[in-house]
């Protein structure tokens, strides 16, 4: 089946600077990629999600890419935020089941 | 908004005795989910449904059965419960196809 690796299981920014988390994924047929924040303590939540049919999508301080070549996607925040402090799960979904298949997760840390 | 709420949010058992974890969705989504949570592991899919009257195999299955009475319940059901299934365990709903998928706020299960 489908897996998933997120290459930072942590990561340290500074308030205002930028964040990439990057994740592979190996299966050719995924074709839809979402990420989900979970705050501490918290459940998680959807942030943001692409499909194979675009290379690249932006909402807000949100930008998520996609390289079908490398089988690789991203996350990039800008101007980070405190609140931005959580955990991120990338993932990665085939078919029209919506089976998805998660990361391990990346913690990242905005620092003051 | 979606809503899944899962009962009980905290749960301490004895090991081999069975415990059953609700989760219900007032969403009308076909799809659900159980995950589990443990560090360095991410999120993990024991069961999942169709719909009512359907359960699936997800990746670690063994231990656990699941019910889907109706589209609204779907319960996880350790009939032995072990130490090692000690954890995090979240319910989800979501609609097949390439959408977001809505998580509950968790149960922490510990088995003593």
């Known amino acids: 089946g489908e897996k998933v690796e997120q290459h930072e299981s942590t990561l340290s920014v500074r308030e205002g600077d930028s964040a990439v988390i990057n994740c592979t994924y190996t299966?050719?047929?995924?074709?839809?990629f979402p990420w989900y924040k979970q705050e501490a303590g918290k459940s998680l939540h959807f942030v943001i999600d692409?499909?194979?049919?675009?290379d690249r999508k932006q909402s807000q301080r949100l930008t998520v890419l996609l390289d079908k070549k490398a089988k690789r996607f991203s996350l990039h925040i800008t101007a980070t935020q405190p609140e931005d402090s959580a955990i991120y799960f990338c993932a990665a979904s085939i078919g029209s089941n919506n089976r998805i298949f998660f990361g391990d997760g990346t913690q990242l840390v905005v620092k003051p | 908004e979606a809503a899944v709420t899962q009962s009980p949010r905290n749960k301490v058992a004895v090991t081999g005795g069975k415990v059953t974890l609700s989760c219900n969705q007032t969403?009308?989504?076909?799809?659900m989910y159980w995950y589990r949570q443990d560090t360095g592991h991410g999120l993990r899919l024991i069961h999942y449904?169709?719909?009512?009257?359907?359960?699936e195999k997800g990746d670690i299955p063994d231990g656990y059965k699941a019910s889907r009475p109706s589209q609204e319940n779907f319960s996880l059901i350790l009939e032995l419960a072990t130490p090692s299934q000690t954890s995090v365990y979240f319910c989800?709903?979501?609609?097949?196809?390439?959408?977001?998928?809505?998580f509950g706020k968790g149960t922490r299960l510990t088995v003593v």
């Open positions: 969403n009308n989504h076909n799809n």
């Open positions: 299966d050719t047929a995924s074709s839809y």
């Open positions: 989800a709903s979501g609609v097949p196809g390439h959408t977001e998928v809505f």
């Open positions: 449904s169709y719909g009512a009257g359907s359960t």
């Open positions: 692409i499909r194979s049919n675009v």
